[in-house]
């Protein structure tokens, strides 16, 4: 489903990215885990071209970028439409409800009718547990279901895959459990999905594959539960004994 190929990212003669390679097959959940800084967040915005890499290619189902040279808006923009992201930060319009905030997208981008485009939210609403809040504002909402109103929106737009920056880490501890249910849900329903988080225990019992990144580079990869209890690399046990 995605494939990234050798992907290279610089800011102001700072490499972040150096040379990536990730495959996520359909209906995967991948976790990239790591310090603060290692370009985990960059990584993401390059998978659905917010940033636009200086090298490497990107293959998303039957779509493919390839960046010897810059694409064109046109290209980025349908590429973009493959993937969803959920931010870190909720970025809702604070001017509209729930509902509008997810029939927003369907409508501008995907030229839905209005009523097809508010049924569709309503789904989604209801799939994310806040079938009494449609009609809320966002100062009106819990920061949890703020999150939960953006994987909304993300799913909204039929993504092939769903990136995930950090979805609990400005939500307070009781919160965070109903927005990861959210994703457990859709994991088990086979919704392909990168995140990068720092929920360990979600990690271990939601992904098939989890990365440790480090200085822009896959430092090691393998299945939770072998990463967690027996890592190969000396700088991913630091990593862990830190946090565990």
Do not use: W
């Amino acid at each position: 489903m995605l494939v990234v190929e050798g992907l290279r990212k610089t800011f102001e003669n700072h490499e972040v990215l150096k040379g990536v390679h990730l495959t996520v097959r359909k209906g995967e959940v991948v976790v990239i885990i790591g310090p603060s800084g290692s370009g985990k967040t960059t990584l993401l915005r390059c998978l659905n071209v917010l940033e636009i890499p200086d090298e490497g290619t990107l293959t998303i189902d039957d779509e493919q970028l390839q960046f010897t040279t810059k694409p064109s808006k046109k290209e980025m923009i349908r590429f973009r439409r493959l993937t969803g992201m959920v931010f870190q930060a909720y970025n809702l319009f604070p001017h509209m409800t729930a509902l509008e905030n997810v029939m927003e997208g369907p409508i501008t981008v995907k030229r839905l009718k209005k009523h097809e485009a508010k049924e569709k939210a309503e789904q989604l609403l209801m799939k994310v547990g806040l079938k009494d809040q449609m009609h809320m504002y966002p100062f009106q909402l819990s920061g949890g279901q703020q999150q939960r109103v953006g994987i909304a929106r993300a799913l909204a737009m039929e993504p092939k895959v769903l990136l995930f920056d950090e979805p609990t880490s400005a939500l307070d501890p009781e919160l965070v459990g109903e927005v990861l249910k959210v994703m457990k849900d859709l994991a088990n329903e086979g919704m392909t999905m990168v995140v990068v988080t720092h929920e360990m225990r979600f990690a271990r019992e939601v992904a098939d594959e989890v990365i440790f990144f480090d200085e822009g580079m896959m430092i090691e990869r393998g299945h939770p539960e072998q990463l967690f209890t027996n890592p190969t690399h000396e700088r991913t046990r630091q990593f862990l004994q830190r946090i565990q």
